[in-house]
């Protein structure tokens, strides 16, 4: 541990601070709480939400995983995982189903979620109505009434325009039949992972100085029309490493005439069935062109 | 077999390790020393001061050393550094009429009670590069004069006050609004705007205050008083019940006179702008205080149409360590979003290549 | 509808409302009938315009009450409601026609858009269907289906307060407000768009209330006429009655066209 900070870098004040306003999330699931956001020893943007949230709940026994695109070896995962190391001493790990938080950016991870586990997500931008309708005053009259009309407009404008709903990832949702939430950037194939999950789902934005949340068992659904369904991405390829055809693949071009390859963007997820004796499937060993 | 690409713990220890050597440059040169960063780079010290929002000149200057003179990413580590402070009491508003003036100018009268004092500024230097000073030891000496609070010295804009002729400053005791304990929420009030403002960008605020004077709500502004010095700092214990002096600090101070044509029920009178900053920094005070009487449109009826007088635009704005940081992040991986677009996209190209076979 | 046409649909007893210490509107009090168009006249600065923001919920109402009856049947004091009720009851089942048609239109989405809306507020969610519906009111509004995918910007001035009256009735309201809804528009435009809402009107059996500084506007759609002067009612009558035979100097007055109105 590194010499003259708290645990978890916070004061005891500012932590107590952030898990009032975490209460007050759960108790008014996808409901935005302003809180005092502190300066972090990471930039704005990286995670300061997410840090704070999860430096305001960590204890001594908790068992720490933190991921970024999915993966635990990032960069960003590395350095967050590390001010936890350097200020906390709490175990870390890199199995989803061994963390009791897991703090993400941008995924959520494949192996289902279980009681007593805690996601934190690090949030960009809370608002979703931010780009339809860019003054703070006006979103929150908006969320006060439920008058969620704008959102529609644009997902009709989005069919009408392109045939589908234009919004791959931070794909809009209403949790437990109330309020407009951002999901955070994960892609709209991890929106289903919300709905109804037995881990304690909880949003920090550090910036925008807002912590909302989702707890367990909540109903979220994802924005659609009846005959434009929301559905979630699909590809035709599977894993090049393990052979998964169930989860969120990234492509990587591996030349320069376009030939490219996909292969699990949640690198546990990947490890472990790799581990358990699963490979590539025999005829996804080509890449695809 | 694809090996991922996904970086690691080793290429950040090589990277922190290139940023030291970087930072200490070429090791035959010296290495500079806190106290000569604290006392000769003074101004870029006072800058990570005033945005870092805590004043202290030591670690000020240690934190211009560590970010190599990038002075947005020293006002971070300052800042960064202040979070993990505890709050010890909360100092009574400083006494500008009680400064020690190193420097005092007022651009709407000639001569006024307690004089012009220019101080150590560089209007009216040549902007020529001195080259004598690339040699070192060059240095002029004045006789010094001291810095005594001046009893005959009132604020310019007083003398327009007993005449009735600018607008009461609206006095309270309630204390102020605190952004580093409570978030920025709209609407905002002048004394939460202002706190915003004096922890705000330079550079942003130096451009709105610009777009002022440049026809995007013309509040036609003159530099009534400018006064940078020390002034007193000072607690009241709960213990004792009475104040202390616990030290002081430098501060410039702005007060900007502006036109306002009255209406129907109200007298035609001036209004105020206000900028005050940690340090000598003269060019941030008077930004803001253009910037400030910009934001009171709507208090004064006027019509906002420009963006120095929308509170939410520049308020939510101002802090570069939120900008920063935000504008920074989009160096970090996004794959994952990327590859969801790439799917709609191919997908959306997909059905109208159909379509149009049809 | 469950509200039966014997109740009036909206009751407005000693209705006030001040700028400052000056009252624009004072003690105005009338019922509206079901299927009634109420034609509001009156110099500018007589209080119109204030008088129809108080009723539509738009700006708090100082003193005396204004009840609507709902769908249900039951009586709404819009001057005690919260503004979520209002703001619901403005995009359910009342209608609101501003002058300026960028006050009630989304000008960055498109004309089915801006008619969808109203639909989805109140639960559509079939994306066919939605837009099926937006492209009949268009049509019965004369704009031409193919417009249903262009800005309101495109739209000449006519066109947009079309669209403006289509987004407001897609979801068949059962009181509109309507402020000098063809006050902007050229006079041959005027007619025109005045004659289609006549025959909506009628079709729908709206019930409106109607501000209008045009005596021949509140000929042709009002069925009662209030003439108002310095924030209070002067006279109030069937509107044949009132032209034809004013009772009161200042309605006679304004009937004769002397005052410029």
Known sequence: MIEGYNFAYLDEQTKRMIRRALLKAVAIPGYQVPFASREMPLPYGWGTGGIQVTAAIVGRSDVLKVIDQGADDTTNAVSIRRLFANTTDVATTERTQDATIIQTRHRIPETPLREGQIMVFQVPIPEPLRWLEPREAETRRMHAHADYSVMHVKLYEDVARYGHIATGYDYPVVVDGRYLMKPSPIPKFDNPKLDRSPALMLFGAGREKRIYAVPPYTAVRSLDFEDHPFRIEKWDESCALCGATDSFLDEIVVDDRNKRMFVCSDSDYCQTRRAHGHGPATDSQEAAE | MYVAVKGGAKAIEASHALLDQARRGDPA?????????????????????????????????????????????????????????????????????????????????????????????????????????????????????????????????????????????????????????????????????????????????????????????????????????????????????????????????????????????????????????????????????????????????????????????????????????????????????????????????????????? | MSASSDEPILRVEGLRKNYGSRAVCDGISFDLWPGEVLAVVGESGAGKTSLLKCLSGQTPIDAGHAFYRNAKGREIDIAASDETLLKRLQRTEWGLIHQNPRDGLRFGVSAGANVGERLMALGARHYGNIRHEAGDWLQRLEISGDRIDDLPSKFSGGMQ??????????????????????????????????????????????????????????????????????????????VDQVLDDPQTPYAQLLVSSVLQI
Do not use: W
């Not at chain 2, 190193?102 to 006024?112: N, P, V």
């Open chain 2, 29 to 358: 040169t010296p290495e500079l020393a806190l106290a000569q960063i604290a006392s000769q780079l003074t101004l870029s010290v006072d800058r990570v001061m005033a945005e870092g929002s805590l004043y202290d000149r030591e670690l000020a200057a240690l934190a211009v050393k560590q970010a190599r003179g990038d002075l947005v990413e020293a006002i971070f580590l300052l800042r960064a550094y202040r979070t993990t402070l505890p709050r010890l009491a909360e100092s009574l508003p400083v006494d500008t009429d009680a400064m020690r003036p190193i420097r005092r100018i007022s651009a709407a009268y000639k001569d006024l009670p307690g004089g012009q004092m220019l101080g150590p500024t560089f209007d009216y230097t040549h902007r020529l590069l001195d080259f004598a000073l690339a040699a070192e030891g060059k240095r002029k000496t004045v006789e010094p004069v001291a810095a005594e609070p001046q009893a005959d010295c009132p604020r310019a804009l007083d003398i327009l006050d007993r005449e009735g002729l600018i607008e009461k400053v609206a006095e309270s005791d309630a204390s102020p609004p605190d952004l580093t304990r409570d978030p920025l929420q709209f609407p905002a009030e002048r004394a939460l705007r202002l706190q915003n403002l004096a922890r705000g960008d330079e550079g942003f605020l130096l451009a709105l205050g610009y777009s002022t004077q440049r026809g995007y709500s013309s509040t036609h502004p003159f530099a009534g008083e400018i006064r940078i010095g020390d002034v007193d700092v000072e607690i009241v214990p709960e213990e004792l019940g009475f104040a202390v002096c616990i030290g002081e600090i430098r501060v410039t101070e702005c007060e900007m006179i502006n036109q306002f044509q009255g209406s129907r029920d109200l007298p035609a009178q001036f209004t105020r702008g206000y900028g005050l900053v940690f340090g000598e920094g003269e060019r941030k005070a008077m930004a803001m205080a253009l910037v400030d009487r910009s934001l009171r449109a709507g208090e004064l009826g006027e019509e906002r149409t420009s963006p120095a007088q929308d509170e939410e635009f520049v308020l939510s704005h101002a802090d570069n360590v939120e900008a920063s940081g935000f504008v920074q992040h989009l160096k970090l991986p996004h794959y994952v979003d990327f590859q969801s677009e790439l799917n709609l996209i191919r997908r959306i190209r997909a059905d109208q290549t159909r379509e149009a076979a049809e």
């Open chain 3, 161 to 238: 307060q079309r669209l403006q009256i289509a987004r407001n009735l897609v979801t068949k309201p059962r009181l509109v407000f309507m402020d000098e809804p063809t006050g902007g528009l050229d006079v041959s435009v005027q007619a025109r768009l005045l004659d289609l809402l006549r025959v909506l009107v009628r079709d729908l059996g709206l019930a409106a209330v109607l501000v209008t500084h045009d005596l021949a506007v509140a000929r042709l759609l009002g069925d009662r006429l209030l003439v108002m002067k310095d924030g209070k009612a002067v006279e109030l009558g069937l």
